[in-house]
Structure formats: structure tokens, C-alpha cells
């Protein structure tokens, strides 16, 4: 089966919400947008240490403080963000294989291995 299209909208609504989270001094490791083959769509997965030390509840909640913020059409929707720890295994094998830094990137990832972990589709704005 193919992979449904990431549209424009998606990656920019993206590239918006890291931009008001990085206002916010939200601490993230990890922006992308990564295709989930098994429930066939894209998450916006956004790694922090929140995640740890908060918990995802209270992350969720935080996010979406910020996107409450953003002007209604600038929003993603808060059902297609998933949460992660920097220790989730996506993040630590994007990590071996890319590192843009705190800026926002732009690199699309298909039909890959890294360390056993097939990545399908996956467009990195953040790898840290």
C-alpha cells in the first residue's frame, strides 16, 4: 500500500507549532512528522524529557496551551501529535543517523533501515 501524502499544510502547521514551542522555551529533542505504517497515518512526534519527568498528560496539556495561542488555521490538530521521550527508539535511532541541531530542518527520510528500524516516511524538522 502507499504511504498517504504529508501535504504542505501538515509540514508547515509543523514547522508553526516548533516555532511557538521554541518561543515558549519548550524543551525539545525531536520534531518530525513520521508515517505510522500500522494505524496508516502521520503523527507530528514531538520528543522531550518532559515526557519523563512530567508525564505525557501533563505535556499534552502544555502543547496545547501553545497551539491555543497560534491563530485557529495555523493549529495542528492535538489527535495527530503523539509525545515521546528522547529515549523513545525512533529518536535514538534518528539520532545515530542524522543531528541538525536546534534549527529547524528539512529532511525527508523513505524506505529506510537504522539500527532494525524500518522508517517508512518521516519528514525531520529536529534531531538533537
Known amino acids: 500500500m502507499d504511504t498517504p501524502t504529508l501535504v504542505k499544510e501538515q509540514i508547515e502547521g509543523g514547522r508553526k507549532l516548533l516555532a511557538?514551542?521554541?518561543?515558549?522555551?519548550?524543551?525539545?529533542?525531536?520534531?518530525?512528522?513520521?508515517?505510522?505504517a500500522e494505524a496508516e497515518e502521520w503523527r507530528?512526534?514531538?520528543?522531550t524529557p518532559l515526557v519523563e519527568s512530567q508525564g505525557p498528560r501533563e505535556v499534552y496539556q502544555q502543547i496545547q496551551a501553545?497551539?491555543?495561542k497560534l491563530p485557529p488555521e495555523e493549529?495542528?490538530?492535538?489527535?495527530?501529535?503523539s509525545v515521546v521521550s528522547p529515549n523513545d527508539e525512533r529518536i535514538r535511532s534518528?539520532?545515530?543517523l542524522l543531528r541538525t541541531g536546534p534549527?529547524?530542518?528539512?529532511?525527508?527520510?523513505?524506505k529506510s533501515?537504522?539500527?532494525?528500524?524500518?522508517?517508512?516516511?518521516a519528514y525531520v524538522y529536529r534531531v538533537s
Do not use: H, M, T
Not at 507530528?44 to 520528543?47: K, P
Open 75 to 81: 493549529r495542528l490538530p492535538l489527535a495527530s501529535i
Open 94 to 96: 534518528l539520532r545515530r
Open 103 to 110: 534549527e529547524v530542518s528539512s529532511v525527508r527520510l523513505s
Open 66 to 68: 501553545i497551539l491555543q
Open 113 to 121: 533501515v537504522v539500527d532494525n528500524l524500518f522508517i517508512e516516511d
Open 44 to 47: 507530528f512526534l514531538l520528543a
Open 20 to 36: 511557538a514551542l521554541d518561543r515558549e522555551g519548550f524543551p525539545l529533542d525531536a520534531a518530525l512528522w513520521w508515517y505510522a
